[in-house]
């Protein structure tokens, strides 16, 4: 895929936005790019003569991760973030892998990516999410935290809903190791869930800087999992945005489906896309590829290319 090739990430362009920090005042930072665009709204795909809008939700398997690792490469290189980065030596900082959706963003590839070479190593969790009705809860299972540098610079990419898995790993690994300072990069989040991780911190007094993709979303009140586009607490980096994902499926469905097996499963998340299209009695919209570039410069959106 030529066009999509993550030698191009840096030359995109990318919309970046500082929102108003967490309670203990640690810097949120938002970006918007194509490659986000296309895990959070949707993308063009040509086949043959023909091009056709594909909704985000739709974007599934091997492409859906090659985005997300080259949206990790992006977040890496924001300026902010970057500056953050290059205080500490590769041999402080670890990153920190929960077994789940943004695996999938590449961590250490990303980090080659942007020039830190020889990092000190990578932790891996294993967090799950158990649901019960209405109830879900965090069930840890597993840890490798031979990768964890003493004290220095933690890197961990998970999405954020009410925070579950991302709270009982702290509570397993503070009271052992002790950064200095934590970046979360964060694929799909709401500033509820933020600000939860943001108070643990503090109590521990360890910096936090948060950087998520396309918004801060709305958070479900009923069930503190999904995060649509079309809720009131929702705050986008760009409004079209908002507007284009509600006009195909309206205010309430998921923009990120689940972050379990229904992300990395093609035949599980469409699945699960279908139950809750049913569920919510949703019949989308799928604008023409006309009615979009009415939206969108072609440059503000990714093209995916057949497959040689």
């Not at 925070?163 to 200095?180: A, D, E, F, I, M």
């Not at 699945?271 to 009615?291: A, F, H, N």
Request: hydrophobic share 35%; charged share 20%.
């Amino acid at each position: 895929m030529p066009e999509n090739s993550l030698k191009l990430v840096r030359k995109r362009k990318i919309l970046v936005k500082e929102f108003a920090p967490t309670v203990n005042n640690f810097p949120i930072i938002g970006i918007q790019s194509p490659e986000t665009r296309s895990l959070n709204v949707g993308y063009i795909e040509k086949q043959g003569r023909r091009s056709s809008f594909i909704p985000c939700r739709l974007n599934l398997g091997g492409f859906c991760e090659t985005m997300a690792e080259a949206a990790t490469i992006q977040s890496l290189n924001t300026p902010l973030i970057k500056k953050i980065i290059t205080q500490y030596n590769p041999s402080e900082i670890s990153t920190i892998t929960i077994l789940r959706e943004a695996a999938a963003c590449h961590l250490s590839t990303a980090l080659y990516q942007v020039g830190v070479n020889n990092y000190y190593s990578d932790c891996f969790i294993g967090a799950t999410h158990v649901k019960k009705a209405n109830l879900i809860t965090a069930s840890y299972q597993y840890e490798n935290k031979e990768g964890l540098c003493k004290g220095g610079f933690w890197i961990i990419a998970d999405s954020i809903a009410a925070g579950r898995n991302l709270t009982v790993t702290l509570k397993s690994l503070l009271p052992k190791y002790q950064p200095k300072e934590i970046l979360f990069l964060v694929p799909i989040g709401n500033r509820w869930g933020i600000n939860r991780l943001s108070q643990l911190l503090n109590k521990h007094k360890i910096k936090a800087t948060f950087l998520v993709w396309g918004a801060l979303f709305g958070l479900n009140p009923e069930n503190r999992y999904d995060e649509p586009w079309g809720l009131p607490d929702c705050e986008p980096i760009d409004y079209r945005d908002q507007q284009t994902f509600i006009s195909i499926y309206g205010p309430d469905l998921c923009v990120g489906g689940d972050f379990g097996n229904d992300f990395y499963c093609v035949y599980l998340a469409l699945e699960l896309y279908k139950e809750q299209l049913k569920k919510l009695k949703i019949k989308p919209k799928i604008p023409s590829l006309e009615q979009v570039l009415k939206i969108y410069k072609p440059d503000e959106l990714i093209v995916k290319l057949p497959l040689k």
